[in-house]
């Protein structure tokens, strides 16, 4: 295992008379939320450690900024990322041989006393300028495996149909808090570029590419990237940021 520290050249290729270079560098900036609507939240991110086994706790405020009463669902999701990047956000399963096999499957969620609940999920009632304070609590059994695991905890504003008691409709936007849980042991940091694809000739003025960052390793990385086109004696000809600021999950 090697630890990068800093920017890392990652890949140089000569092809004919040019070659591109991508230099990934490493950005300790932490990501935001952005707020929809009226409802707000008091913090967007939030970071811990725990050790396999132990519990923790954390609490984020609600918040309605507008001038009008809403209702928000409140629920916990995994984050799971496919091959090309893309984010999507599923329920945890909590009963049968699924439960606790999943990150948000640790996480519990305390709602006030007076909460309702639409099907299997609560939901907040909260006046302008109302402010509610929600306490969540996380436990990693044992045998987690080390590094960060992601979640977000949702609130989802809504409006129930008329006459209906049970069914929900007219989502009108959500907002969410992520939490990245690091559970305590090994480290693994171990970021590539791959593949890099550069056309082998090319009539014109511009050089497409594409080029995919991989982050091996076992913590969230945030990152920039700034592709260079280089002459025959690999001086730089010109140089552009193409990514930066971008979170790449662990194992993803």
């Keep these: 295992m090697r630890r990068r520290r800093g920017a890392l050249r990652a890949i140089r290729l000569s092809r004919t008379a040019a070659a591109l270079v991508l230099v990934l560098a490493l950005i300790i900036i932490p990501g935001s939320a952005m707020a929809e609507r009226t409802i707000a939240l008091s913090s967007g991110t939030f970071a811990f450690e725990a050790e396999p086994g132990d519990s923790g706790e954390g609490e984020v405020i609600v918040m309605n900024d ?135 000739f090319r009539i014109g003025n511009a050089v497409p590419f594409t080029f995919t960052v991989n982050n091996a390793g076992n913590t969230n990385k945030r990152v920039a990237v700034t592709a260079e086109l280089l002459d025959r004696s690999e001086r730089s000809v010109v140089a552009s940021v193409v990514a930066s600021d971008t979170a790449v999950l662990a194992d993803s």
């Design 66 to 200: 507008g001038d009008e009463p809403l209702k928000a669902l409140v629920y916990i999701t995994d984050v799971q990322v496919d091959d090309s990047g893309k984010q999507e956000f599923v329920v945890p399963q909590r009963q049968g041989a699924n439960i606790l096999t999943t990150p948000a499957s640790w996480f519990r969620i305390f709602m006030p006393a007076d909460s309702k609940s639409v099907g299997n999920t609560p939901y907040l009632e909260m006046e302008p300028g109302e402010r509610i304070p929600i306490r969540f609590e996380f436990s990693p059994p044992p045998g987690t495996p080390s590094g960060d695991h992601n979640v977000v905890i949702f609130f989802e504003m809504f409006e129930l149909t008329q006459g209906s008691e049970g069914a929900a409709a007219q989502v009108s936007g959500r907002l969410g808090a992520r939490v990245a849980l690091r559970v305590i042991g090994p480290v693994i940091e171990n970021l590539t570029i791959r593949p890099l694809d550069v056309p082998s």
